[in-house]
């Protein structure tokens, strides 16, 4: 499974340089980091061997886009699956709205 993965390096003169990758093992993100930060003008001594490689790993971010009359259509909703009306419960009330109408 892929992973979005920032390799952070240290160069010769102890500056850090992250870069993110996305890759599906640890070591398929450390080259694919030290192969893109080699090659960089501004990294002090990158033909040199790197000591250490540090690499956070993290899931690929998902982006979604919500029209506002979609949500309030679903917040407005009657009825549904136990679970559908406990979520808009919850979510009315963090909006500060009246929950009253709602019934589980």
Known sequence: MLKSCRVTI????GISHTVTVTAETLYEAVALGVASI???DWVAG???VFNCVEVSVSEIPIKHTVRLKDFNAWLEREGGMPKDIIHRK???QILGLPISRISV
């Open 46 to 48: 990158r033909e040199q």
């Open 38 to 40: 080699r090659h960089k």
């Open 90 to 92: 919850k979510i009315r």
């Open 10 to 13: 240290a160069d010769m003169n």
